[in-house]
């Protein structure tokens, strides 16, 4: 990205989290990867997509985003031995900031939505709102009263069409995972199963 910068603060002491940020001129963070010694990845954020979730689904979409690719923390400051913060941090390439950034974003893909408004294992209730593709094909939507609407797949469904929800049925659902997409716009699908009795 043109005028960006790219940092890598690291713990004051070996074993801890690092964090690598992408940031503006002015400093202000435009994506952030955070890091435990472990490989774990606790963030892979980005103000772009934060700022397109909050336009579409208000401060709802917002906790959903930092659900899944985490909350943004501030940056080091100066890069050298140790920055404003007290935290050393070196001055990265943007290939070596982008390898950190796909390997966060990758990373958070794999890590539970344990957080945030409707963590894995939520119960909710819902009313199936569309079959789009027809009774036994893909999956039916359902409206959860949230400002983001849900999706069961058709492997949690019945195999017989004839005994899936029709539309106007309600029932309790449970979310599986959250998905997230602002490569076009902001767009984001509670992804759930029918709930056990």
Avoid: K
Wanted: proline share 10%; aromatic share 8%.
């Amino acid at each position: 990205m043109p005028n960006s910068s790219y940092l890598c603060a690291r713990g004051l002491l070996p074993g801890l989290t690092e964090r690598w940020f992408e940031t503006a001129d002015g400093g202000q963070v435009l994506r952030q990867v955070t890091r435990a010694p472990t490989g774990a990845v606790s963030s892979a954020w980005a103000r772009r997509e934060a700022d397109l979730m909050r336009e579409r689904f208000g401060s709802f979409g917002v906790a959903l985003y930092e659900a899944v690719y985490g909350a943004p923390a501030e940056p080091p400051g100066t890069p050298g031995p140790a920055g404003a913060s007290g935290t050393p941090s070196a001055t990265l390439s943007a290939e070596e900031f982008e390898d950190a950034w796909w390997r966060g974003r990758i990373g958070r893909h794999f890590t539970p939505y344990d957080s945030g408004p409707v963590p894995q294992g939520t119960r909710l209730t819902g009313t199936v709102d569309a079959l789009p593709w027809g009774p036994g094909v893909t999956g039916l939507t359902v409206d959860l009263g949230l400002p983001v609407g849900g999706f069961v797949d058709m492997g949690a469904l019945p195999g017989d069409p004839d005994l899936w929800p029709a539309v106007g049925a309600r029932g309790d659902f449970e979310v599986i995972t959250l998905r997230i997409d602002c490569e076009g716009g902001a767009h984001a699908q509670i992804r759930l199963r029918p709930a056990a009795d």
